[in-house]
């Protein structure tokens, strides 16, 4: 009995660094406003120091992860939050925008290895029974961090200052280092080959799901990287209220996509990338409403709608990368990190720019294209998985 209980809290423990990634990734989305105007830079700039975040993670995270695959995955976790502890400290007391943006860089070299080898420690510490509940585990940490880790960094920002949430995440990465210390050495997995990788890289089976993945999440992160000009236009000064909702839908959405791949296989993301596109028209028609109730509850609807569709997307895509690349599913399924990084990155330029050129819409807009083409993406993923009929061919 002992025993157990200690297995159950060893990988349950591994939500902890997938929350400090998604934390670190968005700590500050909801307070773009105090960030430009303490750092004397626009808005559309502060936005920069989440996609540079997420670019640099999406550049590091598979070239990292070969380079450190003969090492222990315990030993590369502790690693990769170490230095996110430094890096979060020293972002505290930085004096300059584009320090900030130097040390967020490197941030985002450091916190590409966390989540992959969170998941490999977890389904190691487990029985082959249970691997599938140690997965489900890293992505509650992700669930967590937009149900509450968010809200509560964008409060402890208005009441402290910007730099809080920073603060914030440098705890929580010592803290995942000193947990993370304490269990089992677990021997590393053979390095995987070069050419391997390459081949399945080049797979027709592999570039839809991956197109998908990186436009879905693109289309989401042009309104989530703006998070905190978006609400307060529409819905005043309720912005960690309103952050809250896409934790909820993702508790919503992450189980019922499930059952729809079960069903409908693949092209169940094409649900996913249409949820995230209604999220964002109703968020847009809440622009003309201006600050008032009814716009409070079509946004907190709409952000509820894109937390659904933005979780509920990886469940068809990961299950198409599997059954594509079967001899090894880790790299397929490493090649859609990739995307899920970029595709942050990509959010929140598009996002950027379109504040730039027409005010907080501008972002929306941007998100509606993208979630169009997204949809056109995901209708391309196979209705049915047949695993003698995929198309593997270069």
């Not at 977890?122 to 669930?143: D, H, I, M, N, Y």
């Not at 070069?194 to 998908?212: C, D, G, L, Q, S």
Request: aromatic letters at 4%.
């Amino acid at each position: 009995m002992g025993r157990a209980f200690v297995s159950a809290v060893q990988f349950r423990v591994m939500a902890l660094p997938t929350l400090l990634v998604a934390l670190e990734a968005l700590a500050v989305v909801g307070l773009l406003d105090q960030i430009a105007v303490d750092l004397a830079v626009g808005l559309g700039a502060a936005g920069q120091l989440t996609s540079a975040f997420t670019i640099a993670a999406a550049i590091s995270v598979v070239p990292l992860v070969r380079a450190a695959a003969t090492l222990p995955a315990r030993t590369v976790l502790i690693g990769g939050m170490a230095v996110l502890a430094m890096v979060n400290c020293a972002i505290v007391v930085a004096p300059s925008f584009h320090g900030i943006l130097v040390l967020r860089i490197i941030g985002g070299i450091a916190a590409s290895v966390i989540p992959p080898n969170a998941a490999a420690l977890a389904v190691a510490l487990v029985g082959p029974e249970r691997r599938a509940l140690a997965l489900a585990w890293t992505t509650a940490g992700v669930v967590g961090a937009f149900l509450f880790g968010i809200p509560l960094a964008t409060t402890l920002g208005k009441a402290f200052g910007w730099r809080a949430p920073f603060a914030l995440c440098a705890v929580l990465a010592g803290l995942g280092a000193m947990v993370s210390s304490l269990l089992p050495a677990v021997p590393a997995n053979t390095s995987r080959g070069t050419v391997v990788f390459a081949e399945i890289a080049r797979r027709r089976a592999i570039r839809a799901p991956v197109v998908a993945t990186l436009l879905g999440f693109a289309a989401a992160f042009t309104t989530i990287g703006f998070a905190g000009p978006i609400i307060v236009a529409s819905a005043g000064p309720y912005v960690g209220l309103a952050q809250v909702c896409l934790g909820v839908g993702a508790v919503g959405g992450l189980p019922g996509v499930v059952r729809l791949t079960a069903m409908f296989g693949p092209r169940a993301a094409t649900v996913a990338c249409g949820a995230i596109l209604v999220g964002l028209v109703m968020q847009a028609g809440t622009l003309s409403l201006g600050p008032s109730g009814a716009a409070v509850v079509i946004q907190a609807t709409g952000l509820i709608v894109i937390g659904a569709g933005l979780f509920g997307l990886s469940p068809p895509v990961q299950a198409a990368l599997v059954v594509a690349a079967p001899e090894d599913p880790t790299i397929a399924l490493s090649i859609n990190a990739v995307a899920v990084f970029l595709g942050q990155a990509l959010g929140t330029a598009a996002g950027g720019a379109g504040i730039a050129a027409f005010g907080v819409g501008g972002a929306l807009a941007a998100g509606i294209a993208a979630g169009t083409l997204a949809i056109c993406a995901s209708l391309t993923l196979p209705r049915r998985h047949h695993p003698g009929g995929i198309d593997r061919r270069q």
